[in-house]
């Protein structure tokens, strides 16, 4: 067939293949709305709030009930790390702590981060799922929002589906709940659909006599030193934040903020501060709310009874900085509040933080 002639159909026979290929890539990943409702699950009937109570709520990044027991893959600034996936057997045995130290703990509200559901690498798990059944009893209602979801990813170490949660759990009723997504990486649009898609899971508690709580849940980036993201993100937090309290809505938010607090960039070895801005984002939000722990305790002379981040890095021999905090509105009075580290060490490379605040009484 002369030249001429061949060039047409070759260039339709590509068009084709890129239009199955950008099928097949919108097939396999996700795309969350701005804002939109995240489910909400009630069993039996949850009791309300009260004005003036006590109020005891935990963060923790469970590290998707891998243990500590590896060196993953993204472990390791270099993306060098051994570890593809954690075994079966240590799935059970982590799932087993986490259940020991919160049925220990019995917070009334617990931020849970980094679950798994429907990854290749945990066996397809729904991690809430299983948590769920074997703490029916102390938390009636929950609520979710994925933050990672594909059915595969190209990637050399994963090849296969990926599905990552925020859940948070209540003793007492959650009227309803939205995930707004924060955001994202700056990528090209293939990467862009297969990457994390961090969000703020928000959840709506209804107060005794009116009124309502807001517990803000999340797991803000991680490897987004070089651009502006954590800014964006920080920013984003904020304004929230400011909303919840032009509106007098107390609110309190947890998670893991992946931001030092002012100090401990200076106490990194040099191979470990690539992950973090020198001058940290977190300031802002510090500056602005309340923060357990406090910048005096994150970044005083007792701040490693504050650290809450055990890299897995064989170079590194335990917790030496602060990732995962607890905010809250100036409504809320603080009562007290710790980092679980005694017993916690062996179970996620996050350590879980506690407190216990106390809720404005009525007018």
Same mark, same amino acid.
């Given at each position: 067939m002369p030249l001429p002639r061949l060039l047409p159909l070759v260039l339709l026979g590509l068009l084709s293949l890129l239009c199955l290929l950008a099928a097949l890539i919108y097939g396999l990943s996700w795309r969350p709305a701005p804002r939109e409702a995240a489910a909400v699950s009630c069993q039996g009937q949850a009791p309300l709030l009260q004005p003036g109570q006590a109020l005891k709520v935990m963060t923790w990044n469970i590290q998707y009930l891998a243990g500590k027991g590896y060196v993953f893959w993204y472990d390791l600034a270099d993306g060098s790390g051994p570890d593809q996936r954690p075994s079966r057997e240590d799935l059970a045995v982590t799932l087993d702590e986490v259940v020991r130290v919160l049925r220990d703990e019995q917070p009334d509200v617990l931020l849970l981060q980094e679950l798994h559901d429907g990854a290749r690498a945990s066996d397809y798990q729904d991690q809430l799922a299983l948590l769920q059944e074997r703490l029916h009893d102390l938390y009636p209602c929950s609520t979710q929002a994925f933050y990672w979801k594909a059915g595969f990813?190209?990637?050399?170490?994963?090849?296969?589906?990926?599905?990552?949660?925020?859940?948070?759990?209540?003793?007492?009723?959650?009227?309803?709940a939205e995930r707004l997504q924060l955001p994202l990486i700056p990528a090209n649009p293939i990467s862009r659909q297969f990457n994390l898609k961090r969000a703020l899971l928000v959840s709506y508690l209804p107060l005794r006599g009116g009124g309502q709580l807001a517990a803000i849940n999340t797991?803000?980036?991680?490897?987004?030193?070089?651009?502006?993201?954590?800014?964006?993100?920080?920013?984003?937090?904020?304004?929230?934040?400011?909303?919840?309290?032009?509106?007098?809505?107390?609110?309190?938010?947890?998670?893991?903020?992946?931001?030092?607090?002012?100090?401990?960039?200076?106490?990194?070895?040099?191979?470990?501060?690539? #992950?973090?801005?020198?001058?940290?984002?977190?300031?802002?939000?510090?500056?602005?709310?309340?923060?357990?722990?406090?910048?005096?305790?994150?970044?005083?002379?007792?701040?490693?009874? #504050?650290?809450?981040?055990?890299?897995?890095?064989?170079?590194?021999?335990?917790?030496?900085?602060?990732?995962?905090?607890?905010?809250?509105?100036?409504?809320?009075?603080?009562?007290?509040?710790?980092?679980?580290?005694?017993?916690?060490?062996?179970?996620?490379?996050?350590?879980?933080?506690?407190?216990?605040?106390?809720?404005?009484?009525?007018?």
């Open positions: 990813v190209p990637h050399p170490r994963i090849l296969g589906s990926v599905g990552m949660k925020l859940a948070t759990l209540s003793r007492y009723q959650i009227e309803r797991h803000l980036d991680a490897f987004a030193q070089g651009d502006d993201t954590m800014q964006k993100q920080v920013a984003m937090t904020l304004g929230l934040l400011d909303q919840l309290q032009a509106a007098a809505t107390p609110w309190l938010l947890g998670g893991d903020f992946n931001l030092l607090p002012p100090g401990q960039y200076q106490r990194l070895p040099a191979v470990q501060r690539s #992950w973090y801005a020198e001058h940290s984002e977190l300031q802002q939000l510090a500056e602005r709310y309340p923060m357990v722990p406090s910048l005096e305790q994150a970044s005083g002379a007792e701040q490693a009874a #504050w650290y809450t981040h055990y890299p897995n890095d064989p170079s590194v021999k335990g917790p030496d900085r602060t990732l995962d905090y607890l905010f809250h509105s100036p409504q809320l009075t603080r009562l007290d509040a710790q980092v679980r580290q005694h017993d916690t060490l062996g179970i996620s490379d996050h350590l879980p933080v506690l407190a216990r605040l106390l809720l404005p009484a009525l007018d």
